[in-house]
C-alpha cells in the first residue's frame, strides 16, 4: 500500500528519513503506522515511559456489543 512515510514494496516496506514506525501493543489488532503509515519525526514530542492504558477488545465483546476490559495487571507499566 502507499502509506505515508514508507516506500513500500513486494518485499516489505522502508520508512523513509525523518520518519518513525509506530507499532501498537496489540499486534494484529492496532491500528498503528501499518494502517495509517508512518509519523513525522517532527511529530514526536517525548518518548513513552509506561502503560497507560490497555484494554482487550476480544470478538465476543464485539459480537455481543459489550465495552471492552480494561487490562488492570498491565497499566502503569513501566516501558522498557
Request: proline fraction near 4%.
Amino acid at each position: 500500500p502507499n502509506l505515508n512515510g514508507l516506500d513500500c514494496d513486494d518485499n516489505g516496506c522502508t520508512v523513509k528519513e525523518g520518519y518513525v514506525f509506530c507499532m501498537g501493543d496489540n499486534r494484529d489488532n492496532s491500528a498503528d503506522s501499518r494502517k495509517w503509515g508512518a509519523v513525522p519525526l517532527e511529530n514526536v514530542k517525548g518518548r513513552a515511559m509506561f502503560v497507560w492504558l490497555s484494554v482487550d477488545t476480544c470478538e465476543s465483546a464485539k459480537r455481543f456489543m459489550r465495552l471492552p476490559e480494561v487490562r488492570w495487571e498491565r497499566v502503569g507499566h513501566g516501558i522498557h
